[in-house]
């Protein structure tokens, strides 16, 4: 089975950043999709980012576009999310997330198909 770590997260102001990374371990995940997302208080579960297999495609939620960027290193079978200005609004734990498919063609937003997770890092911004 594979494991994810997530790590980064804490507590900022509205305007700062944060840079969150997951670790993977138990088996490689080049062939698999790898993605972000984000749960608030009385809230689902909702996309935040994703990039393919291959790293050559992202796929960003509307709220968090430019603000942003998911990266990962196939070398070190790592991921990380830079976030950039962030506002009140980005207030939830985050979620790292694999693709359950290798060599999916295209990046999915929908959560279902992420068959590994990791537990989770709480991100609070204040205003």
């Known amino acids: 089975q594979v494991q994810l770590v997530e790590s980064g997260g804490g507590l900022v102001q509205a305007g700062g950043s944060l840079r969150l990374s997951c670790a993977a371990s138990?088996?490689?995940?080049?062939?698999?999709?790898m993605g972000w997302f984000r749960q608030a208080p009385g809230k689902e579960r909702e996309f935040v980012a994703a990039?393919?297999?291959?790293?050559?495609?992202?796929l960003y939620a509307d709220s968090v576009k430019v603000r942003f960027t998911i990266s990962r290193d196939k070398a070190k079978n790592t991921m990380s999310l830079q976030m950039n200005s962030l506002k009140p609004e980005d207030t939830a734990v985050y979620y790292c997330?694999?693709?359950?498919?290798?060599?999916?063609?295209?990046?999915?937003?929908?959560?279902?198909?992420?068959?590994?997770w990791g537990q989770g890092t709480q991100v609070t911004v204040s205003s």
């Open positions: 997330a694999a693709d359950g498919v290798p060599l999916r063609v295209a990046v999915t937003p929908t959560r279902r198909a992420y068959n590994y």
């Open positions: 990039i393919s297999w291959s790293g050559g495609s992202t």
């Open positions: 138990g088996r490689s995940l080049s062939n698999y999709a």
